[in-house]
């Protein structure tokens, strides 16, 4: 790893970015403003000693940035930001860089722009990396288009979108207020953001994820959701068949013989969205190199998605659940709805208003969700080829929280979990990959007959 070659990287890129660059301080109104700052590559990116005992260890790394996700904060007299370079070897990697931001720099789909946009292509040293655009399925409006039969399609889309705005407005404010999910063994306490975590990984076949969601006419996100939810409802099924072995003769006898997993659980997912299209790579380039103005910001809004705790016979059943809820969620301006509430909350009632709200919105459901396209190809980091991109997010009272990331046709599925809650976070990963699998050979067997 050469470290002067990231340092050097770093000054004629990422420190040209104002966030990176600038610290926050309150005005004389109380009002908290971004202060530009000369900044000390040194106080940033951060060598830490090594045992040459943890040299063989494979989950050095991984060990090393759980305890990072619950380390003190960065020090707010200094830009909020570290790069960990870590010259060890891991199960996939001769060495690893760990880069710490705080949330307020940026949401995850910008800050990963933000990162693509300081590397090049492996094989063309002056290229930005590719990312795959979505396209639009959407019909053009022929000349055949009857008007009168458009104009009715219409209507009714908008009566879709004013229906599914308003149930998910009113599911959002009432979990704000009251509805919460089960009490579930994957279900944290308060306070949990704060418990030590335990991070775990598996790469997949973006190749499998596309065969997975022809089958059932979705896309590769809900195919993420289905493998989430049939992965956390085995290790639920698990959780409550090991907590049933540890009853009493009595206590079985009044159950009966219903299944270990209760009915009715009420499992959600938060999901953070942007409400604007994330910066190009490109613009953000060249606001590192020029200095200009690129779009930025914490446009942020939430949306609650339920996880049916059903057992389904058809493993693509749980993909086709999924892909009926995120058909409703395109539809709804939930979204919008909440970041603009939140944005409203804020100047009213203040930042610490907001965030009271939002925390709360948040402890009242079980897990959070991201996806985040990657690269289609190898990139480099000033000279460094990336094997793998591992995302994740710490600091918000969920025990579990789940990401996946493509690169390079692969998907990477990672899950970071509160230890003091789930048990074995390395088997709720395999439960996921298992779900994953079935449905791939499901969906395989459906193509041949």
Sequence with gaps: MDVEAIKTGLETTLIKHKRFSSIVKEDKRGVLKWLPVDVNIDDHVILPFIDPADSCNRDFVKNYTAKLATAPPLHPSRPLWQIHLLRVRSEEAASSLVMRVHHSLGDGVSLMSLLLACTRKASDSQSLPTIPRQTSTRPSNGRGRLTALFFIMALYNLFLVILYTTVDIIHFLATIVWFKDSKTPIKGYPGVESSPKQIEHATLSLEDFKIVKTAVNGTVNDVMLGMTTAGILRYLEREYEAKAEGISKSEKRNIGDKQSLPSNLRVRSAILVNTRPAPGLHDLADMMKSGKEARWGNNLGYLILPLLMVKQQN??????????????????????????????????????????????????????????????????????????????????????????????????LVIAAASEVIRDPKQLCIDCVDAFDRMKQAAIASHQS
Excluded at 326 to 335: V, W
Excluded at 365 to 387: A, C, D, K, L, R
Excluded at 401 to 412: A, D, G, K, L
């Design 315 to 412: 493993p693509l059943d749980y993909v086709r659940t999924a892909t009926g809820m995120t058909r409703k969620k395109k539809l709804s301006l939930e979204g919008p709805f909440t970041y603009a509430s939140g944005k409203l909350l804020m100047k009213l009632a203040g930042v610490k208003a907001a965030t009271a709200v939002t925390y709360r919105m948040i402890s009242h459901t079980s897990i959070s969700f991201s996806n985040i396209v990657g690269p289609v190809e190898e990139v480099e980091f000033f000279g460094h080829p990336i094997v793998h991109v591992i995302p994740t997010v710490s600091g918000h009272p969920h025990s579990i929280t789940i990401h996946f990331q493509s690169y390079m046709e692969r998907v990477v």
